[in-house]
């Protein structure tokens, strides 16, 4: 075992494969100097890393966007210019994985330390940039921001994107120096009448005065630009999910290890909680489909944490533990596994509260 004590992060991420270039889920454990990872097998993490990345030396890109359908990837590349890529969960977990492996990297250096976690108080369009430049290549097809469905009070707007995902385009494109430059830059093309707001969150942000919290850097806002700027909901016959499901706010989101119905294996699924409907859907994080792999109505369901003294019934395989087990109101049972004591309690309480 090479942890020791020093721990400084861990947690599930998606790494891209070296010899075969495919995404799979890795167990991560951030230390002063390395970065090691795991394999889950059988629901349980292997005792020895499957590999480490050397920090000394190593820059940090965040965020990265040359995967198209991968917006939270943070790619590192250490002094022999190996690259690996790294996917989150969501914006929220990829900055703090990010600032933290950043941290690890400067750690000899306590003022670059410190200079990372401030942020510039003003900002100002270069005179070389005008917002019309930067719109013409938010839309270009190469390198523009990329739009997707999404859906906002039971309307899908086809062609959208959220907040987080054009401050980080705006930094990746070089318009930015930081999220709060980015911010200030999005919320001018508010003012400018380039892109407009959908949805309740994101309307009500931009009545505020303040020109710096009009637009929202957020994962869940969303944004339209202003030419585009009507209600396109896809019907039935054109999207496969049943709208209603998607539509509800997102409580909590975050990795977990879920046992299948049928082969009964363990695998790594991205779990998204939604209020108002109470839904909660799993995503195949290896895939590049922003389609659930599967979800339930949590109205009339049970859930309960599982005693760790012992495999319950119903469960197969050597698992790590930190069990809890969902019950649909037609008898489907989940069984889920968390990372720790603290994280099961917290998906269990936030279950509870929207059913």
Known sequence: MEEGSGILKEGFLVKK??????WKARWFVLLQDRLLYYKIVGGKK???PKGRILLDGCTITCPCLEYENRPLVIKLRTKTNTEYFLDSCSREERDSWALDITGAIHAGNPVQVQQLHLQKNSFKLPSNISLN???????????????????????IYKESFTGSKLVDWLISSSFAASRLEAVTLASMLIEENFIKPV????????RNGDLAEQFLDDSTALYLFAESYKKKIISKEEIHLNILELSGTIVKQGFL????????????RHFVLRAD???????????????????FSLRGCLVSALE????????????????????????????IQASCKAERSQWIEAIKQVT
């Not at 494969?17 to 495919?22: F, L, R």
């Not at 409907?277 to 590049?288: G, N, Q, R, V």
């Open 257 to 268: 290890i879920k046992q299948g119905h049928k082969r009964k294996n363990w695998k790594v």
């Open 199 to 206: 949805g309740a969150q994101s309307v009500e942000a931009m």
């Open 133 to 155: 430049q930067i719109i013409d290549k938010m839309h270009d097809n190469s390198n523009g921001i990329k739009l997707t469905p999404n859906t906002r009070q039971g309307s």
């Open 308 to 335: 760790d003294n012992g495999v319950p019934t119903g469960v197969k395989g050597n698992v790590q533990g930190n069990l809890f087990k969902i019950i649909t109101k037609n008898d489907i049972h989940y069984y």
């Open 17 to 22: 494969g070296h010899v075969v270039h495919n």
């Open 277 to 295: 409907p109470a839904f909660l859907h799993y995503y195949d994080p290896t895939k590049e489909d922003n389609r659930p792999a599967g979800g």
């Open 46 to 48: 292997e005792s020895s």
